[in-house]
C-alpha cells in the first residue's frame, strides 16, 4: 500500500517568484492533491510528483474538459525544492491560489502560498508560515481568501489557525479547553484542522480533530470537532466536539455547504489503536447542531476512507474514497441525494489488479460534472471525468 508522506513543518521563505513554465518538465509517478475548474471551463490539477525515487516536486497542469493537455499545460511549483500539494482555489476572474507544504532547507519544511494571475503568468508568493506551522486546507469564496492550519503554541501543545489573506495576513489562533473558567485544562489538547470553508461573508468553519484526555480519565483520544469563526467576533468560538458514535475515536477529512446551507462533514471512526476504519458522514445545521450520523462503510485502513466530497450544483453530493474492506484497490466516488446515505444515486469505480487507487481530490463543474484525482495505477497521478 502507497501511503500519502505526511506534512513537515519549517521556515517561510523570502524569495517571491516560485515557478515556471517548462516543455521539459515530466510529471512521473505522484498523485494530485487538488482540483479546480477555469472560468474557461479547463480543469486545473494540483500534484505532488516523486523524482530520483524520492524527491517531492509539485506542479500544476491544466486540462481541456475533454481531459487533453500538453507541455505548455504544465507548470513546474518551487523548482528545485521539496514540496508536497496542499491546496487549490480559482477566483471568479481565473486567478489561481496554490497552497504547498515545501522544504527550505534540510529537515526543515514550511508553507506557502503562490498566486497565479493567470495562465502563462510567473506566481508569486502571497502567504508562507514560520518555523513549526502547517498548512492544511484554503478557503475561498467571493473574494475572502483564507489558509487553515495547525501550528505549535510555547506550552507544548498545538493550536489550529487560520490566516486571513487580504493585502496581508490576519491571524487568527484557535486553542481548545473544556470549561474555559479553568486555566488548567487550557493547551492540554492538540488541534489538528484537516479543512476549512467560507460559509458567508466573514465567517469561515473549520474542521479536523482534537488530541487529548477528552473524558478526563487520563488517557487520550482523538475526537472531531468543528468550530465556526466569525472573523468579525472578539471572542474565540468554541470548538463542537463529536461524541464517539460507538467507536474510540473519530476523525473529519473534508467539509462542504449544500444549497439550503447544511454542513457536510466527511471522516471516520475506529477504536485504539486505529486500524479498520468505519466510513462516516456528518450532517450539520447552518448554526452547527449535529442532525444525523450515516455509515459509508468498512475500510481496511484509515488511509481508504472518504477522505473528499463536494456538494453538486445538481443537488446532490459526492464522496470520494478507496475501496471497502476486501476490495482495498477500487477508486470509487459515490453520489447521495440530502438526508438518503444509506442508497447512493449512482457509483462509478476504477479497479485495475494488483494496482492502488485513491481519490484524493474532487471538484464540481458549473453543470453538475465530477472531476476527481488522486493515486491511481501504479503509483501515477490519475484524474476520473463522470458525467454527473
Known amino acids: 500500500m502507497v501511503m500519502r508522506p505526511s506534512f513537515r513543518a519549517s521556515e517561510p521563505s523570502s524569495r517571491r517568484s516560485r515557478a515556471s513554465l517548462s516543455v521539459e518538465f515530466?510529471?512521473?509517478?505522484g498523485w494530485v492533491g487538488a482540483l479546480a475548474t477555469l472560468p474557461s471551463k479547463d480543469i486545473v490539477e494540483l500534484g505532488t510528483h516523486i523524482i530520483d525515487g524520492d524527491q517531492q516536486r509539485c506542479y500544476l497542469r491544466r486540462r481541456t474538459p475533454g481531459g487533453a493537455w500538453g507541455s505548455p499545460d504544465i507548470i513546474e511549483l518551487l523548482p528545485g525544492d521539496g514540496c508536497e500539494a496542499i491546496d487549490l482555489a480559482i477566483r471568479e476572474d481565473g486567478t489561481i491560489y496554490a497552497l504547498l507544504?515545501?522544504?527550505?532547507?534540510?529537515?526543515?519544511?514550511?508553507?506557502?502560498?503562490?498566486?497565479?494571475?493567470?495562465w502563462g503568468d510567473t506566481p508569486f508568493t502571497i502567504a508562507s508560515g514560520p518555523a513549526g506551522e502547517g498548512a492544511k486546507g484554503l478557503a475561498y469564496r467571493d473574494g475572502q481568501l483564507a489558509v487553515c492550519g495547525v501550528m505549535p503554541s510555547e506550552f507544548g501543545d498545538l493550536d489550529a489557525f487560520i490566516d486571513v489573506i487580504d493585502g496581508g495576513q490576519e491571524r487568527y489562533r484557535l486553542d481548545h479547553f473544556p470549561g474555559r473558567s479553568d486555566p488548567q485544562l487550557e493547551h492540554t489538547f492538540d488541534e489538528t484542522p484537516a479543512a476549512c470553508t467560507f460559509l458567508g461573508e466573514d465567517l469561515?468553519?473549520?474542521?479536523?480533530?482534537?488530541?487529548?484526555?477528552?473524558?478526563?480519565?487520563?488517557?487520550?483520544?482523538?475526537?472531531?470537532?468543528?468550530?465556526?469563526?466569525?472573523?468579525?467576533?472578539?471572542?474565540?468560538t468554541d470548538f463542537m466536539i463529536a461524541a464517539a458514535d460507538g467507536l474510540t475515536q473519530n476523525f473529519a477529512?473534508?467539509?462542504?455547504?449544500?444549497?439550503?446551507?447544511?454542513?457536510?462533514?466527511?471522516?471516520?471512526g475506529c477504536d485504539k489503536p486505529c486500524a479498520e476504519a468505519q466510513g462516516r458522514l456528518w450532517t450539520l445545521s447552518p448554526e452547527g447542531d449535529e442532525l444525523s450520523?450515516?455509515?459509508l462503510g468498512l475500510f481496511s485502513e484509515p488511509i481508504l476512507a472518504p477522505h473528499t466530497l463536494r456538494w453538486s450544483p445538481a443537488g446532490y453530493?459526492?464522496?470520494g474514497n478507496g475501496g471497502l474492506a476486501g476490495d482495498d484497490a477500487t477508486f470509487t466516488l459515490r453520489a447521495f441525494?440530502?438526508?438518503?446515505?444509506?442508497?447512493?444515486?449512482w457509483t462509478y469505480t476504477r479497479k485495475d489488479a494488483f494496482l492502488t487507487h485513491i481519490p484524493t481530490a474532487l471538484t464540481i463543474g458549473r453543470f453538475g460534472e465530477v472531476y476527481s484525482g488522486?493515486?491511481?495505477?501504479?503509483e501515477y497521478p490519475a484524474i476520473a471525468y463522470v458525467g454527473g
Open 374 to 378: 488522486g493515486l491511481g495505477a501504479s
Open 293 to 295: 450520523t450515516a455509515s
Open 317 to 319: 453530493l459526492v464522496v
Open 26 to 29: 515530466a510529471i512521473g509517478q
Open 337 to 345: 441525494a440530502p438526508g438518503s446515505f444509506d442508497q447512493a444515486l
Open 204 to 236: 469561515l468553519a473549520l474542521v479536523g480533530d482534537v488530541n487529548g484526555d477528552h473524558d478526563l480519565e487520563k488517557e487520550d483520544y482523538t475526537r472531531r470537532f468543528f468550530v465556526p469563526v466569525d472573523l468579525n467576533a472578539d471572542e474565540p
Open 101 to 118: 507544504s515545501w522544504r527550505i532547507a534540510v529537515n526543515s519544511w514550511g508553507w506557502w502560498l503562490g498566486e497565479l494571475p493567470s
Open 253 to 268: 477529512t473534508a467539509i462542504d455547504v449544500s444549497d439550503d446551507g447544511h454542513i457536510l462533514i466527511s471522516g471516520y
